[in-house]
T-cell receptor, first 118, second 108 residues
Framework: DVKVTQSSRYLVKRTGEKVFLECVQD?????MFWYRQDPGLGLRLIYF???????EKGDIPEGYSVSREKKERFSLILESASTNQTSMYLC?????????????????FGPGTRLTVL | RKEVEQDPGPFNVPEGATVAFNCTYS??????FFWYRQDCRKEPKLLMS???SGNEDGRFTAQLNRASQYISLLIRDSKLSDSATYLC?????????FGTGTSLTVIP
């Protein structure tokens, strides 16, 4: 059974603080993703990674950075938290693409971290 | 145009009803499609994968219409426990594109 865990369920930080959100998966998945979810906007991709030390920007990378030093761990960093980064942050992982052109495996999500920046 | 679009609803249906949601996608080359279920303040969980014309799992049926570029989710004999938000997901290139979700409430 795939398990994706996130370091905190709820987090409250102050404007300007550096924030670390940790995500760990135990199924040896190559791909890992960070999303934020806001009402009316759905899930938006911040960053993703297909391998250790590899990262790609998603749709909204500004104000965020990531780190993937080990295959099972993908960290999201808010360099200087701002109030507009108050959101639900979801981490996901998935195996490599299936065989066959255009075939993808599904993503497995962690429980989410609800971050409030005051 | 958004990659994936869904009717946000809300859909309020009585127990036992049949309800269908549509999801349109913009990339005609897409070949994988997913429906996720998300309960309030929880993470999305996979409901169904679609790799060909459709898929069926108990009361849930997903159908793909490639010509019109939409995928539908049909729920038969709705239960109170089906109340949730249903997310349509279409991977394209290196990304998974999510719809904003369709809210369903099943009423006793």
């Amino acid at each position: 059974d795939v398990k994706v865990t996130q370091s905190s369920r709820y987090l409250v930080k102050r404007t300007g603080e550096k924030v670390f959100l940790e995500c760990v998966q135990d199924m040896d998945h190559e791909n890992m993703f960070w999303y934020r979810q806001d009402p009316g906007l759905g899930l938006r991709l911040i960053y993703f990674s297909y391998d250790v030390k590899m990262k790609e920007k998603g749709d909204i990378p500004e104000g965020y950075s990531v780190s993937r030093e080990k295959k099972e761990r993908f960290s999201l960093i808010l360099e200087s938290a701002s109030t507009n980064q108050t959101s639900m942050y979801l981490c996901a992982s998935s195996p490599l693409k299936r065989a066959g052109v255009g075939r993808y495996n599904e993503q497995f999500f962690g429980p989410g971290t609800r971050l409030t920046v005051l | 145009r958004k990659e994936v679009e869904q009717d946000p609803g809300p859909f309020n249906v009585p127990e036992g009803a049949t309800v269908a949601f549509n999801c349109t996608y913009s990339n005609s080359a897409s070949q994988s499609f997913f429906w996720y279920r998300q309960d309030c303040r929880k993470e999305p969980k996979l409901l169904m994968s679609v790799y060909s014309s459709g898929n069926e799992d108990g009361r849930f049926t997903a159908q793909l219409n490639r010509a019109s570029q939409y995928i539908s989710l049909l729920i038969r004999d709705s239960k109170l426990s089906d109340s949730a938000t249903y997310l349509c997901v279409v991977p394209t290139g290196n990304q998974f594109y999510f719809g904003t979700g369709t809210s369903l409430t099943v009423i006793p």
